[in-house]
Nanobody, 123 residues
């Protein structure tokens, strides 16, 4: 079982930056992908970014491509989401997730989730 703990959320002005962290512990070998998702009030949880454990290939939603970067630090067992040029529409609770073996954009493919961290972008 994988345990995930997010941190790094907060309030930032539009155009600003934040870095989210996801501390990973437990048995991760069964997960091909780590993912970041977000959920705004009244909306469904949506895919933001994913990283393939083997090889480190990254994938992004079109809405964040060029602004967000997913990365990992193997020594610290941590996955990051660097967010730049933030917009008010990026406001949401952000979750990291593990356990997907395929279809990395689908939340249903992940079986481990963190508690979420709030990101609020003011205009």
């Amino acid at each position: 079982q994988v345990q995930l703990v997010e941190s790094g959320g907060g309030l930032v002005q539009a155009g600003g930056s934040l870095r989210l962290s996801c501390a990973v512990s437990g048995r991760t070998f069964g997960s091909a992908f780590m993912g970041w998702f977000r959920q705004a009030p009244g909306k469904e949880r949506e895919f933001v970014a994913a990283l393939r454990w083997s090889g480190g290939t990254t994938y992004y939603a079109d809405s964040v491509k060029g602004r967000f970067t997913i990365s990992r630090d193997n020594a610290k067992n941590t996955v990051y989401l660097q967010m730049s040029s933030l917009k008010p529409e990026d406001t949401a609770v952000y979750y990291c997730a593990a356990g997907a073996m395929s279809f990395y954009t689908a939340a249903s493919r992940y079986n481990s989730w963190g508690q979420g961290t709030q990101v609020t972008v003011s205009s």
